[in-house]
């Protein structure tokens, strides 16, 4: 089952890959994970560091290349949860050209739903309890708009193909999980 979690900053993304990983089997694919691990002072680590405490996205290529290193690993081939990838409409269709090559296709896009007061609530109190650099209240707000700019068209990209399976993302992570859940089981 290779599957792509869509949602704003605050939906529970990386809540519910963790938990959907653990019952399917298959790995979670963190972008933002990915990208955090490999802040250093190294020249690359100094700019993801910087688009990151920004609120901005990093480059396509760069995450692209990150991302296909990721699945070519074995543990890859049988399916994996993408959490926070693609975010822009070139990241999709590099994504799509990826899995072209190799006769291969994404089952679903899940896309998590939260207005936006709850989802600057939530990030506020994960700020206090994870301490992450870029949940403060601006970047907070750049992390919405950049959401709305370029990561709303690859949910049309996606729409257009006819595998999003919207839910409602404002309950519970437990409730949240069981519609997810359902929805692809
Ligand atoms: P996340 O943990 O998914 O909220 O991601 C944290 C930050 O990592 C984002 O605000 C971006 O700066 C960067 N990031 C994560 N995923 C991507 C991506 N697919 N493309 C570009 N930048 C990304």
Do not use: W
């Amino acid at each position: 089952m290779r599957l792509v979690f869509i949602g704003p900053p605050g939906a529970g993304k990386g809540t519910q890959c963790r938990r959907l990983s653990g019952e399917f089997q298959i790995p979670h694919i963190s972008s933002g994970d990915m990208l955090r691990a490999s802040r250093d002072d190294s020249r690359i680590g100094k700019l993801i560091a910087g688009y990151i405490d920004g609120g901005n996205l990093a480059p396509d290529d760069l995450m692209m290349q990150f991302i296909i290193d990721r699945l070519r690993q074995p543990d890859c081939e049988n399916g994996y949860l993408l959490d926070g990838f693609p975010r822009t409409v070139n990241q999709a269709e590099m994504l799509t050209g990826f899995l072209t090559e190799r006769d291969q296709r994404l089952d679903s896009v899940v896309n998590l739903m939260v207005d936006e007061n709850a989802l600057v609530e939530r990030l506020l109190a994960r700020a206090e309890s994870e301490g992450r650099a870029d949940d403060t209240p601006e970047t907070i707000q750049t992390r919405l708009k950049v959401f709305r700019n370029r990561t709303e068209p690859v949910l049309k990209y996606y729409r257009q193909r006819g595998i999003v399976i919207d839910v409602n993302a404002a309950g519970t992570p437990d409730d949240v999980f069981a519609v997810v859940r359902d929805a692809l089981g």
